[in-house]
């Protein structure tokens, strides 16, 4: 275990489902980010969140809505999403605040199927 | 586009030999980082080397910065089959809590 957990590891899902992912650190860490990895993608950013301040939103589609509760919990719900949504979604978490720059901790990510 | 670019993409290796990584980017930078990902398992972070850094050394991980090239390296030492991974640079050009660009990583496979 890494510190940052997520849940589900797997999800299946149809593209009327809703559902969410959870992600939770317990480092101490301020800053929270949701990432997506597709097969022969760099990672793609897609939810920074800084002191549970949504700090940058990627142009990433309305059908993808984070929530940061507390500095702890970030969430990443999910509805209509198409196949092409279908992916490894990391979460990682950091120390970081503006001007200052730590490696990230990275869970262990949610394996989405969009059938 | 500001993200990394690893070379080579794939490098296969027998172990006990070196292997040795090159990343591309094009922005300025706030700091640079390797990760290490086991297939279909989250990223691990490896080491950061600053701006104004130019080497940096961890256990068998040694990491070069050239700022006027825009390039870094990662040389693995002394191979071992457990190395076999893909690894990836990211690279941090705000400072701060502002989301790390990742290249597409380069696969490592280690011959034992």
């Known amino acids: 275990e890494t510190g940052v957990t997520q849940t589900p590891r797997h999800l299946v899902m149809g593209m009327t489902n809703k559902k969410s992912l959870k992600c939770e650190q317990h480092?101490?860490?301020?800053?929270m980010y949701w990432y997506k990895q597709s097969a022969k993608k760099p990672l793609e950013l897609m939810f920074v969140?800084?002191?549970?301040?949504?700090?940058e939103n990627n142009s990433v589609p309305s059908r993808f809505s984070p929530e940061c509760p507390n500095s702890s919990h970030l969430f990443l719900h999910l509805h209509t999403l198409q196949p092409e949504d279908s992916a490894l979604y990391l979460c990682?978490?950091?120390?970081?605040?503006?001007?200052?720059?730590?490696?990230?901790?990275f869970g262990s990510g949610t394996r989405l199927t969009v059938v | 586009s500001q993200q990394g670019e690893e070379d080579p993409q794939a490098l296969s290796i027998q172990e006990g030999e070196n292997a040795t990584m090159n990343c591309s980017y094009k922005?300025?930078?706030?700091?640079l980082q390797w990760y290490r990902q086991n297939s279909g398992r989250g990223l691990v972070h490896l080491i950061l080397i600053r701006s104004n850094e130019r080497e940096k050394h961890s256990g068998r991980l040694r990491v070069t910065l050239d700022t006027s090239k825009k390039s870094s390296s990662l040389l693995i030492t002394a191979s071992r089959a457990a190395d076999t991974a893909s690894y990836f640079c990211?690279?941090?050009?705000?400072?701060?809590?502002?989301?790390?660009?990742f290249g597409k990583g380069t696969h490592l496979i280690i011959q034992p």
């Open positions: 990211a690279t941090d050009h705000r400072g701060g809590a502002d989301g790390l660009t």
């Open positions: 990682a978490s950091s120390q970081g605040s503006v001007g200052d720059s730590y490696g990230y901790t």
């Open positions: 922005t300025s930078i706030n700091n």
């Open positions: 969140y800084s002191l549970e301040e949504r700090v």
């Open positions: 480092l101490g860490h301020n800053a």
